[in-house]
């Protein structure tokens, strides 16, 4: 990969609003503080269809509240594309929603590998206390969509219950 | 990835008649030395678009004659269709052919990261001692087009010369 472009992208709780449940722990926080950060190589043009990216992303530890920092999910822009998560270090949670809201979890730990399907939107929270680092590999002509979730959320949160994640079904 | 079915396959010397340059080095060895193995997951069907798979390829240390052990090496079925590899141990090289037989080369280490662009044949060579282990993310519908690479070869060899790999041009 040498020579190529390295994109980058980082999201501060400042730009996550109305992602976290407590709205009120979100305002006493730092609108600077670094939630993750995502760097990507690009060696193709996004939307070819054919090729893949791959990116590594590193979410910060830490809570809004009682629940985990985490992505702010999205499903693919074309619905039918998938994608692989390679967990490098850290320990989290892999949250799958499929389009009927149907959300289920996976534990990330070092090695594990996750095969996120078409049709299913896909966030990351780390329940650790050090930074979560995943590898991500989805096709070229995937794109994102954010807006469906930034919409209507996932249908489960993952907050700490006594000092362990639990994943919770989200009161609407 | 639990509960995922795991699908293997094995290339021994026996079945790679043809693949080395020295033909008389190859009949002198064991036909059930194993060369390479594959392993890889298929969360969904061969040939449906917009999914992935993702493999872990361990070539053994070896040669035959002055030539390491390698892959046979392919196109895919659908020639737009990219792939990423990623070396976890060992060391080795990544050979890429585009369509017009032009060759080049990557060197393959511990965490080097490689995207095999459309339109390009690729084989891997173990140039050290001890196995070459990498991991493959690629598309449910690339396909494997190994026919091509039989009859043609790639243009180039990864040869020992002096105790180092050497990449040198195939003479036909």
Known sequence: MHGTPLQSSEKKLGQLEGVFRDSDAWQSMSPETLVYQVQWHEAIPQGMEGGLFWGTTT??????????????????????????YCTVQGRGMLLLMDEERVTRAEVMEPGSLHYIPGYI????????????????????????????????GFSARVLDRDGSPAVVPEER
């Open 121 to 152: 939107a896909h966030r990351t929270v780390n329940t650790g206390e050090t930074p979560l680092v995943f590898w991500a590999c989805w096709p070229s002509d995937a794109g994102h969509d954010y807006e469906t979730i930034a919409k209507q």
């Open 59 to 84: 979410i910060a530890p830490g809570r809004v509240g009682d629940e985990y920092f985490m992505t702010r999910g999205h499903f693919h822009s074309r619905r039918d594309r998938g994608e692989y």
